[in-house]
């Protein structure tokens, strides 16, 4: 163990602090760093799915693991707030209960088809209906798809990346 010099003035150089600064600045280098473009630097964008459905829990189930996956979400707890938002904004994938209030999620997916920007998006029913036709009146009204609740989390991510190809 190296023992500790009680006197500082012994035994060590004192350096001033002008000492310890170089005396110019560094010299430039001499190759330009790389600049890209700035918008080559901007992450690439998420790919954007609207959820629809009345009950919130379940709302904030879905667009919890749609986040995972890699979605940006927004929620809508009703069909004609869906509709007024698909107008403004565009989704790569829309998820939709089919039993709401005032406008069900089959009107819904007519509505949305309706719309030009709505034309392809892939578009899932998640439902707690499972009578006979449900299925085939989802597909009918636009629904590429349908699940019935409850849904295992991963169905609903590998349908969504077939459907989005």
Known sequence: MTPINPNPDVGFPRLSVNQMLPEQPPSPPRHAPFTSDPEDDAP??????????????????????????????????????ALETARHEHFDVVVSDIGMPEMDGYELARSLRTLDDYREVPMVAVTGFAMYDDRDRALESGFNAFLTKPINPMDLIDLIKRLRG
Request: proline share 8%.
């Open 44 to 81: 690439p964008l998420k790919p954007r799915a609207l959820v629809v459905d009345d009950a919130p829990d379940v709302t904030e189930m879905l667009a919890m693991l749609l986040r995972y996956a890699g979605y940006d979400v927004v929620t809508v707890f009703a069909a004609r707030d």
